[in-house]
């Protein structure tokens, strides 16, 4: 440490969730589940070296891109801030291929599959892939355990701020100086690492103990069926809720003095108890994390997300609109002990690390540009990104065009693409239920199409039909749908 004092800015601990994906990185270091990659079309000629200038510039704004996380040599795993690291560059031409989106293919997965070095790599690098005089891929990768998705848009507008800025001429003094100032006023990660150590530790861990006291069950989603593939790759998909129906949902949650967040929770629990014929549901919510008390802390850039537990549950005269304002009340009281490690959490209770089979997220940022950015239009746009998780069902909720829109991922080596829909459609019938009538009983959603009311009348309710008792009515269902 002594020999390269000089070189360093900062240095303080990982948050629980960071110290998480650095098990994960030194069990495995080729493990890809925690780099998220952007990939943007650019209908636009690119200028290399004001992308250098503006990549350098990103680095000294934003200390995350210049840490480096450490586990050698310490007691305990540490973030060391340097004062100086370049972000790495690549750039390719595929503009003479024969076959050019193959080619570029293959340079994003290698890309991907490469990982990164927590100590020898920076933990943001940038490829370019040239098509053409006017038209580039630009691809962004960042491993997670220094942001997280929020981060992702300041980080993106900032760097076509000063793209712009050079490209224009404007003197990279100038530009270094509004930096130092910018710096001089705001705070950086550290300061929430600061506030994470003050907070009450005992009184998280009783108000999480307390949610969790006497759940006894594992809500997960089986799959219907052998899925014939050694596949490890994660496969998505997604559904829309009718404009309608979101409109309703909406005004919904303003009665109950609550948010279309909260009911699409209140969707995935009585989907999860649906699977597992109980009333009472567990599954995993990832949070903003900001909700800490830090002067500017939405445009601090630094891993602030975490995982908390949601639990979703209801007795037999429990109407939609009291569960959904039980879960608005969960919620806000959660946001309190939202700092708290999921691995600690899970610790207090008896299924451990089977806890959470499910996450789900609520998106509300946009992986794009500010209006006011010049490269807003049709020049530049997100093509793809690549968001894994370490679980084998994942659910995110976002707003689109007035629409409720639920994104699957799942884990192909287990689920078929049957299962992925069928899960989504049943999400689909569930928010429709809910609208339909909120002053009923949850216990009297009526989760069946037509067709599957149909195949228990003639099928199911067949005298002599022997089907399996251990399975529930979801299962059934999704066994007999692959038979016909």
């Given at each position: 440490?002594?020999?390269?004092?000089k070189?360093i800015?900062?240095?303080?601990e990982?948050?629980?969730l960071?110290?998480?994906m650095?098990?994960?990185?030194?069990?495995?270091?080729?493990f890809?589940?925690?780099?998220l990659?952007?990939?943007?079309?650019?209908?636009?000629?690119?200028?290399?070296?004001?992308i250098?200038e503006?990549?350098?510039?990103?680095?000294?704004?934003?200390?995350?891109?210049?840490?480096?996380i450490?586990?050698k040599?310490?007691?305990?795993?540490?973030?060391?801030?340097?004062?100086?690291?370049?972000?790495?560059?690549?750039?390719?031409?595929?503009?003479k291929?024969?076959?050019?989106?193959?080619?570029?293919?293959?340079?994003?997965?290698?890309?991907?599959?490469?990982g990164?070095?927590?100590?020898?790599?920076?933990?943001?690098?940038?490829?370019?892939?040239?098509?053409?005089?006017?038209?580039?891929?630009?691809?962004?990768?960042i491993?997670?355990i220094?942001?997280d998705?929020?981060?992702?848009?300041?980080?993106?507008?900032?760097?076509?701020?000063?793209?712009?800025?050079?490209?224009?001429?404007e003197?990279?003094?100038?530009?270094?100086?509004?930096?130092?100032?910018?710096?001089?006023?705001?705070?950086?990660?550290?300061?929430?690492?600061?506030?994470?150590?003050?907070?009450?530790?005992?009184?998280?861990k009783d108000?999480?103990?307390?949610?969790?006291?006497?759940?006894?069950n594992?809500?997960?989603?089986?799959?219907?069926?052998?899925?014939k593939n050694?596949?490890?790759?994660?496969?998505?998909v997604a559904?829309?809720i009718d404009s309608?129906?979101t409109t309703?949902?909406?005004?919904?949650?303003?009665?109950?003095?609550?948010?279309?967040?909260?009911i699409a929770?209140?969707?995935?629990?009585?989907?999860?108890?649906?699977?597992?014929?109980n009333?009472d549901s567990?599954?995993?919510?990832?949070?903003?994390?900001r909700?800490?008390?830090?002067?500017g802390?939405?445009?601090?850039?630094?891993?602030?997300?975490n995982?908390?537990?949601?639990?979703?549950?209801?007795?037999?005269?429990?109407?939609?609109?009291?569960?959904?304002i039980?879960?608005?009340?969960?919620?806000?009281?959660?946001?309190n002990y939202?700092?708290?490690s999921l691995?600690?959490?899970q610790?207090l209770?008896?299924q451990g690390?089977?806890?959470?089979?499910?996450?789900?997220?609520?998106?509300?940022?946009?992986?794009g540009?500010?209006?006011?950015?010049?490269?807003?239009?049709?020049?530049?746009?997100?093509?793809?990104?690549n968001?894994?998780?370490?679980?084998?069902?994942?659910?995110?909720?976002?707003?689109n065009?007035n629409?409720?829109?639920?994104?699957?991922?799942?884990h192909?080596?287990?689920?078929?693409?049957?299962?992925?829909?069928f899960?989504?459609?049943?999400?689909?019938i569930?928010?429709n239920?809910?609208?339909s009538?909120?002053?009923?009983?949850?216990?009297?959603?009526?989760?069946?199409?037509?067709?599957?009311k149909?195949?228990?009348i003639?099928?199911?309710?067949a005298?002599?039909t022997?089907?399996?008792?251990?399975k529930?009515v979801?299962e059934?269902?999704?066994?007999?749908v692959?038979?016909?």
């Amino acid at each position: 440490m002594a020999t390269i004092n000089k070189k360093i800015e900062n240095v303080y601990e990982l948050t629980p969730l960071q110290e998480g994906m650095l098990f994960h990185y030194l069990y495995d270091n080729e493990f890809t589940g925690y780099i998220l990659q952007y990939v943007f079309k650019v209908n636009a000629e690119i200028d290399l070296n004001c992308i250098k200038e503006a990549l350098r510039l990103l680095s000294k704004r934003y200390s995350v891109l210049r840490t480096v996380i450490a586990s050698k040599g310490f007691k305990k795993p540490r973030q060391i801030v340097l004062f100086e690291r370049e972000l790495e560059l690549k750039t390719f031409d595929v503009s003479k291929k024969d076959d050019k989106e193959l080619e570029s293919k293959k340079i994003i997965s290698n890309d991907l599959k490469r990982g990164f070095d927590f100590v020898n790599d920076s933990l943001l690098r940038t490829t370019i892939i040239k098509y053409d005089e006017d038209e580039y891929k630009l691809v962004f990768s960042i491993h997670h355990i220094i942001i997280d998705g929020w981060c992702f848009d300041v980080l993106l507008n900032k760097f076509f701020e000063y793209y712009e800025r050079i490209l224009d001429g404007e003197h990279l003094l100038k530009i270094e100086n509004e930096i130092k100032k910018e710096r001089d006023s705001s705070f950086d990660y550290d300061e929430y690492i600061k506030w994470l150590g003050k907070q009450n530790r005992t009184e998280a861990k009783d108000y999480w103990s307390n949610l969790l006291y006497d759940y006894d069950n594992i809500c997960e989603i089986k799959p219907s069926g052998y899925v014939k593939n050694n596949k490890k790759s994660i496969g998505e998909v997604a559904i829309e809720i009718d404009s309608n129906v979101t409109t309703k949902l909406k005004k919904l949650a303003e009665e109950c003095d609550s948010t279309i967040n909260t009911i699409a929770e209140v969707a995935i629990g009585i989907l999860l108890q649906a699977y597992g014929s109980n009333r009472d549901s567990v599954f995993g919510k990832t949070v903003s994390g900001r909700s800490a008390d830090i002067r500017g802390i939405d445009n601090i850039v630094g891993l602030f997300a975490n995982t908390i537990p949601i639990r979703v549950r209801y007795d037999k005269n429990t109407t939609i609109k009291e569960l959904i304002i039980n879960q608005q009340k969960q919620g806000t009281d959660s946001l309190n002990y939202d700092y708290y490690s999921l691995a600690e959490i899970q610790s207090l209770t008896s299924q451990g690390t089977d806890l959470i089979k499910v996450i789900y997220v609520f998106e509300n940022y946009n992986s794009g540009l500010k209006e006011d950015n010049k490269y807003s239009d049709k020049r530049i746009e997100l093509e793809s990104y690549n968001e894994q998780t370490n679980y084998d069902i994942s659910i995110s909720g976002c707003e689109n065009d007035n629409k409720l829109v639920f994104k699957l991922l799942y884990h192909e080596g287990k689920y078929s693409l049957d299962d992925a829909n069928f899960i989504l459609n049943k999400l689909r019938i569930i928010c429709n239920e809910i609208i339909s009538c909120p002053d009923k009983k949850v216990s009297e959603i009526e989760m069946l199409t037509a067709e599957e009311k149909h195949l228990i009348i003639n099928d199911f309710n067949a005298t002599e039909t022997d089907y399996p008792r251990d399975k529930t009515v979801v299962e059934l269902f999704e066994e007999q749908v692959k038979k016909t």
